[in-house]
């Protein structure tokens, strides 16, 4: 029996009882759509999440950190000290630009104590960080005003939460002390050793910040950053430094309530800091100013920029071989990928549910199909037709089955998916992480394919049985059946 002889005799039978067909496919068309709703709903929630993860962290740049050799023996391991560490220092920077698939190598040295930023009669906090200028502008900095740093000593770039977190410290007490008078009670800003710096931190964290509070405009502005350090007991002494401001980053970007400088500059203050009660002690209590660093000086971070987003893991583990600390969003976003792909399989083994009863309806449609036709599969045999050629034909009629109702369900979820995104786009609110979801299911092309692929198979399965069980009827019983 020729392929288009087969053709033909598939649609034909399916026509003949069409009703029973369409029925059948229907049943097939709804767990199909279930499926493609389902499984593009959890692709669409990952894309989003992944999107705004890349939008939070850069996943092409590392944090390297100074690494506590392993310690191993009978004895367990012992409390570390800071000269266990593995240090970063300008050695540490001339290894990391050599490994293949960096980029940009960054060294990182923070403010070790207390800082405020004030402009006019505001003030509130910042995080000082110093970077190495060069390097910087080889990273993404998504400046939203002005420029990033152009290398000289007194400039900073700030983060964009914080000319939201300035307060005008002594009005809030004027009217705490107002408060106070007229209810008696305590206010925030006193207490019983004196006034408190509690409201100064506020807008330390995200989340915290008041977002009624009026943004004030900082760039191209000189500002002062104040500086706190214990000089003994009870002594408190404040450094003052006038620095220029020439750009904020776009919201989101790196760390919040962060200013950058160049790190020559928060290296000289970190020594200031330093010349406290206890001279010559560090963040650790080592003796900084007094040693000599052979490998030039140490840094507390290192950030690293790849050139790829492929070349992340490889650059990763050899960081790792050569004996630092590192963190990359990668692995976090491998965190993501597995999460959601247990959703997707959940979501999709529930909506794969109502394919199996479908199948079973394909099962019961062909089992009819051979009790109504046996007389004809008699005919057939006795004219030539093979085993083959009986098993064939009624499995391309169930295939088939299973086809247009993976077709018709694909159109189907298709369809939902639609309507889902048209839902997010038209609502400002929905929103994943911060950003908008204008895109809440998602279709690729590989979905697609599967889809009306697993339907038609699924419709293959179910028509197996009846296949077997029509190819084997006896051509001279099939006959004498009226």
Same mark, same amino acid.
């Given at each position: 029996m020729r392929s288009l002889d087969s053709l033909r005799l598939v649609w034909r039978n399916l026509w003949r009882m069409k009703l029973r067909t369409f029925l059948t496919s229907i049943g097939v068309a709804i767990g199909t759509a279930a499926i493609v709703a389902m499984i593009s709903l959890g692709l669409g929630l990952k894309a989003n999440a992944v999107k705004s993860f890349e939008n939070f962290a850069n996943i092409t740049e590392l944090n390297v950190m100074p690494a506590y050799p392993e310690m191993g023996g009978p004895g367990g391991s012992a409390p570390f000290g800071p000269g266990d560490m593995k240090q970063l220092t300008q050695k540490t920077v001339q290894e990391l630009k050599a490994i293949p698939g960096v980029e940009a190598v960054m060294a990182v040295n923070r403010l070790r104590g207390q800082s405020n930023i004030s402009f006019g009669r505001k003030e509130g906090f910042v995080n000082l960080v110093g970077v190495e200028v060069a390097e910087a502008a080889r990273f993404d900095q998504k400046v939203e005003k002005g420029t990033y740093l152009t290398g000289k000593k007194n400039e900073i770039v700030i983060s964009a939460d914080i000319p939201q977190n300035l307060r005008d410290l002594e009005q809030e007490r004027r $009217?705490?002390?107002? /408060?106070?008078?007229?209810?008696?009670?305590?206010?925030?800003? /006193?207490?019983?050793?004196?006034? /408190?710096?509690?409201?100064?931190?506020?807008?330390?964290?995200?989340? /915290?910040? =008041? $977002? =009624?509070?009026?943004?004030?405009e900082l760039v191209n502005k000189t500002v002062t950053l104040v500086l706190t350090r214990y000089a003994g007991e009870n002594q408190i002494e404040k450094k003052e430094i006038k620095v220029r401001v020439v750009g904020q980053l776009a919201e989101g970007q790196r760390e919040w309530g962060a200013a950058y400088a160049p790190i020559e500059l928060v290296n000289e203050l970190n020594q200031w800091l330093e010349r406290s009660g206890s001279r010559g002690k560090g963040v650790y209590g080592e003796n900084r100013r007094g040693s000599s660093k052979i490998n030039g000086p140490d840094y507390e971070q290192i950030t690293v920029k790849v050139a790829s987003r492929e070349q992340v893991e490889q650059v990763v583990q050899r960081i790792k071989e050569i004996g630092y600390n590192t963190w990359s969003p990668t692995e976090q976003l491998k965190e993501i990928n597995r999460f959601f792909l247990v959703v997707e399989l959940i979501l999709g083994g529930v909506a794969a549910i109502s394919l199996l009863v479908a199948s079973i309806g394909i099962t019961n449609t062909m089992i009819m199909s051979i009790l109504e036709r046996t007389r004809e599969i008699g005919v057939m045999k006795v004219i030539g037709a093979t085993v083959y050629n009986i098993r064939w034909l009624f499995l391309l009629e169930s295939g088939s089955i299973g086809f247009f109702g993976g077709v018709i369900g694909l159109l189907a979820g298709m369809g939902i998916g639609k309507v889902a995104n048209m839902i997010a786009a038209s609502q400002p609110d929905f929103r994943m992480f911060g950003d908008e979801m204008t895109q809440i299911a998602v279709m690729p092309l590989w979905l697609i394919l599967s889809a009306v692929g697993f339907a038609t198979f699924v419709g293959v399965i179910s028509g197996l049985f009846p296949a077997i069980r029509a190819s084997r009827l006896s051509p001279i019983q099939a006959i004498r059946t009226e």
């Amino acid at each position: 029996m020729r392929s288009l002889d087969s053709l033909r005799l598939v649609w034909r039978n399916l026509w003949r009882m069409k009703l029973r067909t369409f029925l059948t496919s229907i049943g097939v068309a709804i767990g199909t759509a279930a499926i493609v709703a389902m499984i593009s709903l959890g692709l669409g929630l990952k894309a989003n999440a992944v999107k705004s993860f890349e939008n939070f962290a850069n996943i092409t740049e590392l944090n390297v950190m100074p690494a506590y050799p392993e310690m191993g023996g009978p004895g367990g391991s012992a409390p570390f000290g800071p000269g266990d560490m593995k240090q970063l220092t300008q050695k540490t920077v001339q290894e990391l630009k050599a490994i293949p698939g960096v980029e940009a190598v960054m060294a990182v040295n923070r403010l070790r104590g207390q800082s405020n930023i004030s402009f006019g009669r505001k003030e509130g906090f910042v995080n000082l960080v110093g970077v190495e200028v060069a390097e910087a502008a080889r990273f993404d900095q998504k400046v939203e005003k002005g420029t990033y740093l152009t290398g000289k000593k007194n400039e900073i770039v700030i983060s964009a939460d914080i000319p939201q977190n300035l307060r005008d410290l002594e009005q809030e007490r004027r $009217q705490a002390r107002k /408060s106070r008078r007229g209810t008696g009670g305590s206010s925030e800003f /006193s207490g019983a050793n004196g006034p /408190s710096y509690g409201p100064v931190y506020e807008g330390r964290f995200p989340g /915290s910040v =008041n $977002q =009624n509070r009026p943004s004030v405009e900082l760039v191209n502005k000189t500002v002062t950053l104040v500086l706190t350090r214990y000089a003994g007991e009870n002594q408190i002494e404040k450094k003052e430094i006038k620095v220029r401001v020439v750009g904020q980053l776009a919201e989101g970007q790196r760390e919040w309530g962060a200013a950058y400088a160049p790190i020559e500059l928060v290296n000289e203050l970190n020594q200031w800091l330093e010349r406290s009660g206890s001279r010559g002690k560090g963040v650790y209590g080592e003796n900084r100013r007094g040693s000599s660093k052979i490998n030039g000086p140490d840094y507390e971070q290192i950030t690293v920029k790849v050139a790829s987003r492929e070349q992340v893991e490889q650059v990763v583990q050899r960081i790792k071989e050569i004996g630092y600390n590192t963190w990359s969003p990668t692995e976090q976003l491998k965190e993501i990928n597995r999460f959601f792909l247990v959703v997707e399989l959940i979501l999709g083994g529930v909506a794969a549910i109502s394919l199996l009863v479908a199948s079973i309806g394909i099962t019961n449609t062909m089992i009819m199909s051979i009790l109504e036709r046996t007389r004809e599969i008699g005919v057939m045999k006795v004219i030539g037709a093979t085993v083959y050629n009986i098993r064939w034909l009624f499995l391309l009629e169930s295939g088939s089955i299973g086809f247009f109702g993976g077709v018709i369900g694909l159109l189907a979820g298709m369809g939902i998916g639609k309507v889902a995104n048209m839902i997010a786009a038209s609502q400002p609110d929905f929103r994943m992480f911060g950003d908008e979801m204008t895109q809440i299911a998602v279709m690729p092309l590989w979905l697609i394919l599967s889809a009306v692929g697993f339907a038609t198979f699924v419709g293959v399965i179910s028509g197996l049985f009846p296949a077997i069980r029509a190819s084997r009827l006896s051509p001279i019983q099939a006959i004498r059946t009226e």
